[in-house]
């Protein structure tokens, strides 16, 4: 059953039970998030958003560094060798609140092959009249520290004269595996600050000194978009596959593959481990208006 929440022109389509997803986010008559049409059971590829939830992105080999020892994480199917964006996205949430404008979903997970902790995640949904907010929370609720990470995989419609603009310090370079292997400094046509158009940019990669702010025009669509991350979003992952009608730019708490990068001594990955009972959140605040 999708629930829909509305402020102002604003409305959001949002779906428990396919991996506490979005499949649409408007304003007015303009898309933001990128929308398709989901028949029969949904897939999480159908989304135009969906949660990370407990890590973001890849880790390598489903190797999973802890204080205990290193642990063998078995994949989702259709994605070995590389556990990727968590279990969140595979699994339904359950409704906890709704109104008019506002919905809360948790997600509870037991131990198990894809990930050996327990945890709760929440995920709220805030619509006002030109805002939508999305706070994500996780919570460790087993007996032993666990790694730990959050993140949002929105998708935006791809059009040739899309421009993102953005502040980061450094980009990381993606091997064959889109795992990242060592930062490098900002190529030009990567120097967002002044605004970049992203057709032709094939990317997949992590940016790290990222200004929690990102800003969106379509301007043949006569739409922008700003973004503003709290303080846990510290990576942007930035997803420009060519030929495809989309692209994402995501905010998330570490670097993909960010807890073995950790293990190895790599600084400010944003690698976390929540002692039993502790809890990461954070938000993200996506504000469109035509243009």
């Known amino acids: 059953?999708?629930?829909?929440?509305?402020?102002?022109?604003?409305?959001?389509?949002?779906?428990?039970?396919?991996?506490?997803?979005?499949?649409?986010?408007?304003?007015?008559?303009?898309?933001?998030?990128?929308?398709?049409?989901?028949?029969?059971?949904?897939?999480?590829?159908?989304?135009?958003?969906?949660?990370?939830?407990?890590?973001?992105?890849?880790?390598?080999?489903?190797?999973?560094?802890?204080?205990?020892?290193?642990?063998?994480?078995?994949?989702?199917p259709g994605y070995a060798p590389h556990p990727i964006h968590g279990l969140g996205w595979q699994r339904p949430w359950t409704v906890e609140q709704s109104s008019a404008a506002a919905l809360v979903m948790g997600?509870?997970?037991?131990?198990?092959?894809?990930?050996?902790?327990?945890?709760?995640a929440r995920q709220s949904l805030a619509l006002g009249p030109d805002v939508l907010e999305i706070t994500l929370e996780l919570r460790n609720t087993g007996a032993a520290p666990m790694p730990a990470g959050i993140g949002?995989?929105?998708?935006?419609?791809?059009?040739?004269?899309?421009?993102?603009?953005?502040?980061?310090?450094?980009?990381?370079?993606?091997?064959?595996?889109?795992?990242?292997?060592?930062?490098?400094?900002?190529?030009?046509?990567?120097?967002?600050?002044?605004?970049?158009?992203?057709?032709?940019?094939?990317?997949?990669?992590?940016?790290?000194?990222?200004?929690?702010r990102a800003r969106l025009d379509w301007p043949e669509r006569g739409l922008v978009l700003d973004i503003e991350a709290s303080e846990a979003f510290g990576t942007l992952v930035v997803y420009t596959p060519p030929g495809r009608s989309f692209f994402c730019v995501e905010p998330a708490s570490h670097l993909n593959n960010g807890f073995q990068l950790a293990q190895a001594g790599v600084a400010d990955t944003g690698a976390r481990t929540l002692a039993p009972g502790e809890t990461l959140a954070g938000t993200v605040r996506f504000a469109p208006r035509p243009d």
């Not at 991996?19 to 398709?36: K, Q, T, Y």
């Not at 135009?48 to 020892?69: E, H, K, Q």
């Not at 292997?181 to 158009?197: K, Q, Y």
């Open 1 to 76: 059953m999708s629930h829909v929440i509305a402020a102002g022109d604003l409305a959001v389509e949002v779906l428990p039970q396919c991996g506490g997803g979005i499949a649409r986010f408007d304003c007015g008559a303009h898309e933001v998030f990128r929308r398709l049409a989901v028949t029969g059971a949904c897939s999480a590829h159908d989304l135009a958003c969906f949660p990370l939830v407990p890590f973001s992105n890849r880790i390598a080999g489903g190797r999973l560094p802890t204080p205990d020892g290193e642990l063998n994480l078995a994949c989702l």
């Open 107 to 120: 997600h509870a997970h037991g131990a198990d092959a894809h990930w050996p902790f327990d945890y709760a």
């Open 152 to 212: 949002l995989h929105p998708f935006f419609p791809a059009t040739p004269l899309a421009t993102l603009t953005t502040h980061v310090a450094a980009q990381w370079h993606a091997d064959a595996d889109v795992l990242p292997t060592h930062p490098e400094a900002l190529a030009p046509p990567l120097d967002f600050s002044a605004g970049r158009v992203l057709a032709g940019t094939a990317l997949d990669n992590c940016f790290a000194g990222w200004s929690r």
